[in-house]
């Protein structure tokens, strides 16, 4: 298996490139853990921390097994040791076995899935209730804290959801995304709709009317969910796309206002308070499908998008025009394969990563665009992670521990099927601000001068 580098270097193997990136481990990162998976996952989200240690913190860590059918896809709720920074010892965090299992990973809840599990998403309200995705019209909501505990064999009955939001017409397995500000969800489909919720409205009728819940009868296999989940349809529905919505998004700081993007090759912003029709409709945001958006927490004019035609895209929602040609304010150019996933770090307003088929996941820094670089590098690039041998199928910074990721890869049979999650955190000498980097070095050098030989 070959790579193409957009830097015009010879091109290597992707074993190549994997062994020459764990040869450097000691030296860029300040923690890494290595997860092998059984089953792929799909998704990977941090749920809320635990416990803060010396050394380190416990935090909740939401996974998925997509499997064959031998057993049943499961969503999984692991516990996680996140080492703190500067604990880990260089000449240990490169000492892992691909095919083991971290002992900073532990599975704590099996939520047996109807369906194998797309995407994953935690309500920043309240980390412990999740959306999923699965190959069906319907967004299934879970509190995965009162959910029970199951065995994953074949024949178990699956869990029952929380809740089920209907109101697509065609399946939607990819697009969703849970509100900053209140408890609504949204999401996108092969119907090409935008569909919006409130999980609000649940609690609201169920308090008004305890009745009013479907029958609470118990399934077999030591289920104690109801057998018949409660439903609830749509506040609204929003047509605008001309094929499949892959991804969605709301902005950081209104829940009336959310953007999608499609097969179609659009950006569209949408503002619930003026209909359900598009506010402003980028035709052309990139020459090829799209696949994933994200909208700046910390400057909400800033959106990523991110293409099947490997590039990532950064558009100003001041400077989109309605039904033109959408002009991004830049384009970065740093992957050889599809782009699956764009996400803002959580800490820094002009960070962000991106990971693609190409196996790789690479950080940015925008407000670097026009500084001095490694010879080749694509402008704003600092750091890339080529710790997966496949496509990187999610990510998610740690909004606790802010330069910690977790990243996960669909593992083809060329590197032993499965999936890899790793979690991780670069040296911080490469992202602290130059100055302070150096006189920590000079610090050092004189440090050693005063070893005795």
Avoid at 314 to 343: N, W, Y
Avoid at 353 to 363: P, T
Avoid at 383 to 388: P, Q, V, Y
Avoid at 434 to 440: G, I, K, P, R
Wanted: with cysteine; hydrophobic share 35%; net charge negative.
């Amino acid at each position: 298996m070959k790579e193409t580098s957009t830097a015009g270097e010879t091109s290597i193997s992707v074993d190549e490139r994997y062994t020459q990136w764990k040869s450097l481990v000691p030296v860029l990162y300040d923690w890494l853990a290595n997860h092998n998976l059984v089953w792929p996952s799909l998704s990977c989200r941090w749920g809320p921390q635990l416990e803060q240690a010396t050394y380190k913190n416990r935090q909740r860590l939401y996974l998925s097994e997509q499997t064959d059918g031998s057993v049943p896809n499961t969503l999984v709720i692991a516990n996680c040791e996140v080492v703190k920074p500067r604990v880990a010892a260089a000449e240990h965090i490169a000492q892992f076995n691909e095919e083991a299992r971290s002992p900073f990973v532990k599975k704590f809840k099996t939520i047996i899935h109807p369906g194998e599990v797309n995407r994953i998403r935690e309500l920043p309200q309240n980390s412990k209730i999740v959306a999923t995705h699965t190959d069906s019209p319907d967004v299934l909501i879970w509190d995965v804290e009162t959910q029970p505990n199951r065995h994953a064999v074949l024949g178990t009955p699956e869990s029952r959801p929380d809740l089920i939001l209907t109101g697509h017409k065609d399946n939607a397995e990819f697009a969703l995304a849970m509100c900053p500000t209140e408890p609504l969800v949204l999401s996108g489909g092969k119907d090409k709709s935008v569909v919006l919720w409130s999980i609000q409205d649940h609690i609201s009728t169920l308090a008004a009317d305890p009745g009013s819940a479907k029958s609470t009868s118990k399934a077999g296999g030591g289920n104690d969910k109801p057998v018949e989940s409660s439903s609830i349809g749509a506040r609204g529905i929003y047509q605008g796309h001309d094929d499949t919505v892959e991804d969605v998004q709301f902005c950081p700081l209104s829940a009336q206002e959310f953007c999608s993007v499609g097969d179609d090759s659009c950006l569209i912003l949408w503002d619930a308070r003026s209909g359900t029709t598009p506010a402003i409709k980028v035709e052309k945001a990139h020459n090829a499908d799209l696949h994933c958006v994200d909208w700046n927490p910390h400057d909400i004019n800033l959106i990523l998008t991110g293409s099947a035609d490997n590039t990532v895209r950064m558009f100003d929602r001041r400077k989109l025009t309605s039904g033109g040609v959408g002009s991004p304010i830049h384009t970065f150019e740093g992957h050889t394969a599809a782009v699956l996933c764009v996400q803002w770090s959580p800490d820094k307003a002009s960070i962000f990563g991106s990971s693609a088929e190409d196996g790789i996941l690479n950080l940015w820094n925008h407000e670097k665009i026009d500084k001095k670089q490694a010879p080749n590098a694509p402008p704003g690039l600092f750091f890339r992670h080529a710790g997966h041998r496949d496509k990187v199928v999610d990510f998610h910074w740690n909004a606790s521990d802010p330069w910690t990721i977790v990243s996960v890869s669909d593992d083809g049979e060329s590197t032993g099927g499965g999936g890899t999650l790793q979690i991780w955190r670069m040296i911080d000498l490469i992202y602290r601000n130059e100055d302070e980097v150096l006189a920590e070095l000079d610090n050092f050098k004189a440090h050693l001068a005063t070893c005795s030989p």
